[in-house]
């Protein structure tokens, strides 16, 4: 099912948005694409500040994806669009207004077909319609200004193939070229009345935020077969139920290769860091308790430098060691990068039933985002995501059942037995635990009384231990401060790990999750993607719950 591209796929490119205005009319368009040939391979680099590039040029594995806005217009419009698709980018058309409605501007039959195949083409078709014809005898200026806004608005850099001249109309190129430098952003003027000059306005400026972030997510070494394994298994876990049969394949297929192997990227390293996490604070604990025997040990066979001094080199040793570990796990960022890919799984794995459904899982015009805002390249990493996926196909009415039973079996009903089994056993982890350090503090109190015996012994008797005795006695020391230092280090851990909270919050969730089942079923598309946006909610809000519990519970506390 899955192949050995599976590694490629599943990284994140650094995407760059371009907008596109210019004339419809050219000359020497040969030039003219010779100019934008050169931008797209690497004079779009002038646009960023110099410590941009610098990171941009050392991330070997984050490739850079662009994603031209277009209208697709005659002229300008289409030749930008044409060469960002021949360099493997990806085509954004933004319509001024319904597509029969703007076929009409388009005189000549190559002109309406050329439209059409570009438009083919799109990965996005979004129409800036603001009125009709015959309400408004400003209609065509009205939406031209409005697609020359809304191009700026959703671009990094702007490109215009321009004379330099002021604009002919309403929202011509001169309009929509101060709109871009007014808001700040960078501009190639590739020049229309001297074909192969091409100027930078604003350039220097722009930022490459989130590509380190990107880069290590794409650069972190996972091993082709498991990541393949990986993917073949989500798809059955998520297509597994009889309900998931009725769906349409390409949006699965949709699920299968722009999703999973992101989401089994972020899983496996979310995996790996958090075992290196829970190691780290094991071994962190479990060091601390000996450390606190050994300089017990060195006080109390003080008189014996023999005994003694092993004993300070040993704590010394327990407490570097200890230092080491905590300094090189936060170097490596194990703790945010756990959460970070936990939170960026989880999110992918809400749009697998949202993608299958034939919807996309972005928040609509208004709506909050159901994300943690300072998780800001999780948020830019799952929405170029998203981005890969073409247009889908809304479910039609009479599908809807089919959907909602998938949506229920698959999704909800899943995460329910999830949930329920996840609070058993870590109610079932965190008693052991408790178990243990309630030992710890038992063992303790028994040998805190053993030792108070022979002093007593001593005070009644006038005998004070000696040899084999005193040796006893010294050791029953140790033992007696040690003892409650690894009953704190127990109770630390289970602190560290949160089971007792993690545990109560999935009850709590498996509780919500029962009460959706029982809503009535939606008889709409829009309906049943409210429903699948509650749902939605609902599983951010409890990954945001969890990510704020556990963003505390850092490694340095054992120290």
Request: aromatic share 8%.
């Amino acid at each position: 099912m899955y192949n050995q591209y599976s590694n490629i796929t599943s990284k994140v490119s650094s995407s760059f948005r371009i907008g596109v205005t210019g004339h419809r009319t050219l000359h020497d368009t040969s030039a003219l694409s010779t100019c934008l040939q050169n931008f797209l391979n690497t004079g779009y680099l002038e646009a960023f500040t110099p410590e941009a590039m610098q990171t941009l040029a050392k991330a070997t594995n984050t490739t850079v994806a662009f994603t031209v806005i277009s209208p697709l217009a005659e002229g300008a419009d289409r030749l930008v669009a044409d060469a960002v698709l021949k360099h493997g980018g990806t085509l954004e058309a933004l319509l001024p207004m319904p597509q029969e409605e703007y076929e009409k501007d388009f005189i000549t039959p190559e002109s309406k077909s050329e439209f059409r195949e570009l438009l083919a083409q799109s990965h996005r078709i979004t129409v800036t319609d603001c009125g009709t014809p015959l309400d408004d005898p400003n209609y065509r200026q009205k939406a031209y200004l409005r697609v020359g806004e809304e191009t700026v608005a959703r671009c990094d850099i702007l490109i215009a193939l321009w004379d330099g001249l002021p604009s002919r109309g309403v929202g011509g190129t001169a309009d929509v070229v101060a709109l871009a430098l007014e808001q700040k952003k960078p501009v190639f003027i590739v020049s229309t009345s001297q074909p192969g000059k091409m100027e930078l306005l604003n350039g220097g400026t722009l930022q490459a935020k989130f590509i380190s972030e990107l880069e290590a997510f794409n650069s972190f070494p996972i091993d082709d077969a498991e990541l393949e394994a990986c993917c073949a298994s989500t798809y059955q876990e998520v297509f597994a139920s009889a309900q998931s049969e009725t769906l349409p394949e390409h949006c699965k297929e949709q699920v299968k290769t722009h999703l999973i192997p992101a989401y089994c990227r972020a899983s496996k390293i979310a995996e790996s860091f958090q075992g290196r996490y829970k190691l780290v604070g094991r071994l962190g604990y479990l060091f601390s308790t000996l450390s606190v025997a050994f300089m017990a040990f060195a006080v109390v066979f003080a008189k014996h430098p023999l005994f003694s001094i092993p004993g300070y080199i040993a704590e010394l040793c327990l407490l570097a060691s200890l230092y080491f570990m905590i300094h090189r796990a936060e170097h490596a960022r194990v703790h945010p990068g756990w959460l970070e890919n936990r939170a960026l799984a989880e999110r992918l794995r809400t749009a697998f039933y949202f993608v299958a459904c034939g919807e996309l899982p972005l928040p609509r015009s208004g709506q909050k985002p159901g994300y943690r805002q300072n998780q800001s390249w999780v948020d830019r990493a799952f929405h170029q995501i998203i981005s890969r996926i073409p247009d889908l196909k809304r479910p039609e009415p009479s599908s809807l059942p089919h959907y909602q039973d998938f949506i229920k079996t698959a999704w909800v009903q899943d995460q329910i037995a999830y949930h329920t089994k996840n609070a058993a056993k870590l109610t079932a982890k965190n008693a052991q635990l408790k178990r243990w350090g309630m030992l710890c503090f038992k063992l303790a109190i028994g040998v805190s009384l053993i030792h108070l015996g022979f002093a007593l012994y001593g005070v009644a008797t006038g005998h004070h231990a000696e040899g084999l005795l005193l040796v006893l006695e010294e050791l029953l020391s140790v033992v007696a401060i040690t003892l409650p230092a690894a009953g704190a280090a127990v109770g630390g851990y289970r602190t560290l790990l949160e089971q007792s909270r993690i545990a109560a919050r999935s009850r709590a969730m498996a509780q919500h999750l029962s009460t959706l089942i029982e809503q009535p079923a939606a008889d709409t598309p829009e309906a049943f993607r409210r429903h699948l946006e509650q749902i939605q909610e609902l599983m951010l809000i409890e990954s945001e719950d969890w990510l704020a519990l556990m963003e505390h519970a850092e490694l340095e506390r054992i120290a």
